[in-house]
């Protein structure tokens, strides 16, 4: 049974740091682009950041680059967001997807955002409260 479990979500002041993980399991094929996403109260569902399973490429989101680190262990089929400096505006629901068929996620240079445009799978998501 294809499983996208995050964890490592909670309360953090302004300022914090918070490390998410999400565990893959599940899968009979290969899949190449993990990604995060989150979604705010009230917002659209938004591109954080995406590695690639095999190369270890990186892509960040505008908002969240020089903040945060995204990391993979394939060993552990694991992907960790390491999001330093947290905003109040980063508090948001954040999700794990992954594609079987993109090595990367898809994202809008101009615009300094990423899509979610053939993200296949995804988990349930963690809470991320960033407040005082």
């Known amino acids: 049974q294809l499983q996208l479990v995050e964890s490592g979500g909670g309360l953090v002041q302004p300022g914090g740091s918070l490390s998410l993980s999400c565990v893959v399991s599940g899968f009979t094929q290969p899949y190449y682009a993990i990604g995060w996403f989150r979604q705010a109260p009230g917002k659209e569902r938004e591109g954080v950041s995406c590695?690639?399973?095999?190369?270890?490429?990186?892509i960040y989101a505008d908002s969240v680059k020089g903040r945060s680190t995204i990391s993979r262990d394939n060993a552990k089929n694991t992907v960790h967001l390491q999001m330093n400096s947290l905003k109040p505006e980063d508090t948001a629901v954040y999700y794990c997807?992954?594609?079987?068929?993109?090595?990367?996620?898809?994202?809008?240079?101009?615009?300094?955002?990423?899509?979610?445009?053939?993200?296949?799978?995804w988990g349930k998501g963690t809470v991320v409260t960033v407040s005082s």
């Open positions: 997807a992954v594609s079987t068929i993109q090595a990367m996620c898809f994202m809008r240079s101009d615009l300094g955002i990423i899509e979610e445009y053939g993200m296949e799978y």
């Open positions: 590695i690639n399973r095999n190369s270890g490429d990186t």
